[in-house]
């Protein structure tokens, strides 16, 4: 099949959790054989470097090193580093010194901004990628970012996946990620043990630029999602129903789902610990929308969840979790301030 009819049909290739797990990792550290499935059998040590320990990149660093991974970190804020340091990982001074120690490196990032600038910018990943090496992004971006990444890192003769992720905090911290991956397909098949440790599941989508859609189009769906039930709980409260009753009967439904089991009874209680921050959530609903433009496609309760977003965003409760736009609807219905 080629590139075209990649692009048209965006095949879904799955990894499964198990596929080569196991017999590809030994003692205290991940091993592969270079060239497998191709010439050469020496058995090599996979050192990775990750880039950017936010509340998804943390999780999943820790994860890579709890399963016996030695990974070099790197963050714009040196002491986020300290308790990976601690868990066993070593630090890196910047991207470009990550990448020259490591053939691997991944990197999760806030948005199609710091990805660029991890990347492009003085010590950053494009002086030290070259030949043998791989660069993994795992941010949420545009399209067009992801791009311009693949075709730099390709220029310098290294190889590029994207491969964002769906699932919050919690699933980051259990390995319970759904990875979105697209790109170089013998990256990503060196990558899937990795993979396995931070997802329960991969799929490889075809080019460059499907990861990122997918990505988008699956984050539009979850804020659309999160504002209805917004709307919903305070329609119950102000028809005299019960809210918690509302959740109770929407999660034995064919409604229910893991995002309004874990989130309602929280933002019943007014408590938004983020595990995915409500400013993230808005600006995956604005890329969606460019996406949405650039395909013809009408989006308008997108578009009015995007607005509850930045309304939230304008009151302060960017950091919040995203489920904190219940505060804008609850403002919105008159039954108290935002």
Known sequence: MGRTQLHKCIPAVAASRTQRRGEERRGISFRKKRGEGGAGGEEVEMEVGFLGLGIMGKAMATNLLRHGYRVTVWNRTIAKCQELVALGATVGETPAAVVAKC???????????????????????????????????????????????????????????????????????????????????????????????????????????????????????????????????????????????????????????PMFKLKGPAMLQGSYSPAFPLKHQQKDMRLALALGDENAVSMPVSAAANEAFKKARSLGLGDLDFSAVYEVVKGAGGSGQA
Do not use: H, W
């Not at 992801?146 to 220029?155: C, D, F, R």
């Not at 290294?158 to 990620?177: H, I, M, N, R």
């Not at 991969?202 to 988008?216: D, R, V, Y």
């Open 103 to 257: 053939r691997y490196t991944i990197a999760m990032l806030s948005d199609p901004s710091a990805a660029l600038s991890v990347v492009f910018d003085k010590d950053g990943v494009l002086e030290q990628i070259g030949d043998g090496k791989g660069y993994i992004d795992m941010s949420t971006v545009d399209a067009a970012t992801s791009s311009k990444i693949s075709e730099a890192v390709k220029q310098k003769g290294g190889a590029f996946v994207e491969a964002p992720v769906s699932g919050s905090k919690k699933p980051a911290e259990d390995g319970q990620l759904v990875i979105l991956a697209a790109g170089d397909k013998t990256l990503y098949d060196e990558m899937v043990p990795a993979f396995d440790v931070l997802g329960k599941k991969s799929f490889f989508l075809g080019e460059i630029g499907n990861g990122a859609k997918m990505k988008l189009v699956v984050n539009m769906i979850m804020g659309s999602m999160m504002n209805s039930l917004s709307e919903g709980l305070c329609l119950a409260d102000k028809s005299g129903l019960s809210p918690q009753t509302l959740l109770d009967v929407l999660d034995l439904g064919a409604i229910a789902n």
